[in-house]
Nanobody, 115 residues
Framework: QVQLVESGGGLVQPGGSLRLSCAAS????????MSWYRQTPGKERELVARITSAGGYTIYADSVKGRFTISRDNAKNTVLLEMNNLKLEDTAVYYCSKTTGGQYWGQGTQVTVSS
């Protein structure tokens, strides 16, 4: 069965950095587009970044362009989200998602940006 396990969240000060990791299993990882989403209480889940199967194409939400970088390692079945210059409004639960061939979600990892 498809499993997505996020890690790397935590508490960071504004301007700081975090790297989120998502370990995938249960499907042929290298064939599928992967995404990171985030959600805050009372709001819909929003797309943060997406990367195609071979990693050749990425898209980002306008709010994170220039600060976040999505990447993947198909040999390790892992997708990463490098987050720099974090802002208070980046506080959210971040979810990894298998985006093609049926959408699946991880359990999420909390990112809190606070001084």
């Amino acid at each position: 069965q498809v499993q997505l396990v996020e890690s790397g969240g935590g508490l960071v000060q504004p301007g700081g950095s975090l790297r989120l990791s998502c370990a995938a299993s249960g499907f042929t990882f290298a064939l599928h587009t992967m995404s990171w989403y985030r959600q805050t209480p009372g709001k819909e889940r929003e797309l943060v970044a997406r990367i195609t199967s071979a990693g050749g194409y990425t898209i980002y939400a306008d709010s994170v362009k220039g600060r976040f970088t999505i990447s993947r390692d198909n040999a390790k079945n892992t997708v990463l989200l490098e987050m720099n210059n974090l802002k208070l409004e980046d506080t959210a639960v971040y979810y990894c998602s298998k985006t093609t061939g049926g959408q699946y979600w991880g359990q999420g990892t909390q990112v809190t940006v606070s001084s």
